[in-house]
């Protein structure tokens, strides 16, 4: 079954530590997406990609990069991880213009 | 700018009452909306998304009719039940295929 799948689940990390949140997919779709959840603001985009080798800043960038080596892998980089970083992480997949997506089961990270 | 509003952050009601969640966007380009569902400690899941040919689009006995005059995609259930209970997100998705969220309304069904 096609399938998003995040890794690792939970993560604590230290300040100003690296941090790197793994997405890997199995739908075949071009496009990939980090998100991050907060209570009050809902999902918003970090980065995304169009495929192997492309990376793209979402709304929200500042502090994070991206990294897509291949179709089925995307991952989302904090090179130095602060406080304000902690939230819950969601990598999706989809296809063309117009398509929903699928999202991963999510990552919660506490940066201490 | 593109963005999606859901204008309630929290509804709760009574177990058998309707459902009716608000959203409205503003789109730069022709708009396909989508209703996602989060339960505790889950992935968002689609619900239901926005077709091209009128038709209605219904899941679970949730529907949503896209308004383009008004700019609005609520998502309503005649029933609420108590599996109802969950995280609710609108959506747009944009020319660029993406997904612009609104942020989210949770529902609480009491009995």
């Known amino acids: 079954e096609a399938a998003v799948t995040q890794s690792p689940r939970n993560k604590v990390a230290v300040t100003g530590g690296k941090v790197t949140l793994s997405c890997n997919q199995t739908?075949?779709?071009?496009?990939m997406y980090w998100y991050r959840q907060d209570t009050g603001h809902g999902l918003r985009l970090i980065h995304y990609s169009y495929g192997a080798g492309s990376t793209e800043k979402g709304d929200i960038p500042d502090g994070y990069k991206a990294s897509r080596p291949s179709q089925e892998n995307f991952s989302l980089i904090l090179e130095l991880a602060t406080p304000s970083q902690t939230s819950v992480y969601f990598c999706?997949?989809?296809?063309?213009?117009?398509?929903?997506?699928?999202f991963g089961s999510g990552t919660r990270l506490l940066v201490i | 700018g593109d963005s999606v509003t859901q204008t309630e952050g929290l509804v709760t009601l009574t177990e058998g009452l309707p459902v009716m969640l608000n959203c409205t966007y503003q789109?730069?380009?022709?708009?396909?909306l989508f209703w996602y569902v989060q339960h505790l400690n889950e992935a968002p899941k689609l619900l239901l998304k926005s077709f091209t040919d009128n038709k209605r689009p219904e899941h679970q006995g949730f529907h949503a009719t896209l308004h383009k005059s008004s700019s609005s995609f609520h998502l309503q259930k005649s029933s609420a039940q108590l599996s109802d209970s969950a995280l609710y997100y609108c959506a747009n998705n944009n020319a660029g295929a993406k997904l612009t969220f609104g942020g989210g309304t949770r529902l609480t069904v009491r009995p």
């Open positions: 999706a997949s989809g296809g063309t213009t117009n398509s929903d997506y699928t």
């Open positions: 739908n075949n779709h071009n496009n």
């Open positions: 789109s730069t380009y022709s708009p396909f």
